[in-house]
């Protein structure tokens, strides 16, 4: 399986060897996050880097297909298919991560931990072509597809994702407050 992952998709190669510059850099995360992000915007790959099957989703949740490991773990790109309406729980994350929209709107709230709530700082449209990236600390938030048609976004991820399973670090269950 693993050799599978560490074979770079066609569409993916210029991303996995500027990632693997940035990565090798070993800047802190955020800094890591922005130069990532800055590769992801150069080589944004299409939809189609994700089979017709993958990009089917699924009608119960979103789903995620790891795309690529990095041999040793030092990041995996994931792509995450989201039909009309699917949310993420409000979480964080273990690691960097780094975003580009292929296909629709992805709609992301962000949050910050006050106590025994959260509080509301921020909201996103992501739309294709657009990037994102962020670092734990400061990485509470929520995404869903906002839009009509099936969303499609590319994350990667400063770990080996097949080996901590997901990226998720915490999910949040406290009331939110504007």
């Known amino acids: 399986m ?8 066609p569409g993916l190669e210029d991303l996995v060897t500027g990632v693997r510059s940035v990565v090798d850099l070993h800047a802190d995360w955020r800094e890591t996050a922005r130069l990532v992000a800055a590769e992801l915007q150069r080589h944004m790959p299409t939809p189609d880097v994700l089979t017709a099957e993958e990009r089917m989703g699924d009608p119960d949740r ?5 795309l690529y490991v990095e041999p040793g773990g030092g990041f995996s790109l994931v792509g995450l298919v989201w039909r009309p309406g699917q949310v993420t729980q ?3 994350h273990v690691t960097w991560c780094v975003f580009g929209v292929l296909q629709g709107v992805e709609h992301e709230e962000l949050y910050v931990q006050r106590d025994d709530h959260l509080v509301r700082v921020g909201v996103n449209d992501n739309h294709v072509g657009e990037v994102s990236g962020f670092a734990p600390p400061g990485d509470i938030h929520r995404v ?4 009509d048609g099936t969303a499609i976004s590319l994350h990667i991820y400063g770990t080996d994702i097949s080996r901590v399973d997901s990226s998720v670090r915490r999910c949040y269950d406290l009331p939110v407050r504007d």
């Open 144 to 147: 869903r597809n906002s839009g």
């Open 2 to 9: 693993t050799l599978v992952l560490s074979t770079v998709r």
């Open 62 to 66: 979103y789903v995620s297909h790891t």
């Open 90 to 92: 409000i979480h964080d």
